[in-house]
């Protein structure tokens, strides 16, 4: 779904590695993404997948974008570090790329901010719930998949 231009996600899951369990920021990676609301609006972006970042954030234009009305977004969304000042509520979109959810857009929820120039980021929540990725530090490179165990 949102993932560095010609990257590919490995066909077998890749090994856990101290670095892909780490709670501390390993990379920033360049992502692209294409995301849409239930009404229809679809918007290309690109943004950070950030292993620090608790949330998932959305700039203003984005979200306007995409149809969505500020006053309509009662779920405030609480942010930390550099954004902790800023006013956010939840957004819900649905994300999608050709490599990685094929037909299957995946729900994400975003904290909207209404900073026109903040960064589109991937994180922790709910980013990270629904794809696998690792990070290969020493080779500048990671994986994204979206693997599910099939019981």
Not at 62 to 89: F, K, N
Request: proline share 7%.
């Amino acid at each position: 779904m949102v993932m560095q231009k010609g990257q590919l996600a490995a066909t077998a899951p890749a090994p856990v590695s101290r670095a892909c369990s780490s709670r501390t920021p390993l990379m920033r990676r360049p992502c692209d993404s294409s995301i849409r609301r239930a009404s229809g609006e679809t918007t290309e972006v690109v943004g950070l997948l950030d292993t620090g970042a608790a949330v998932n954030v959305l700039p203003y234009p984005v979200g306007l974008a995409l149809g969505a009305d500020w006053d309509q977004q009662i779920v405030a969304i609480p942010l930390t570090g550099s954004l902790g000042s800023i006013e956010a509520r939840a957004l819900v979109v649905l994300a999608s790329h050709p490599q990685l959810t094929l037909a299957d857009p995946i729900r994400l929820v975003f904290a909207w901010t209404r900073i026109e120039d903040a960064p589109v980021i991937f994180g922790q929540t709910n980013f990270f719930m629904e794809f696998d990725v690792c990070f290969y530090c020493s080779q500048a490179a990671s994986d994204l998949s979206r693997d599910r165990w099939q019981w």
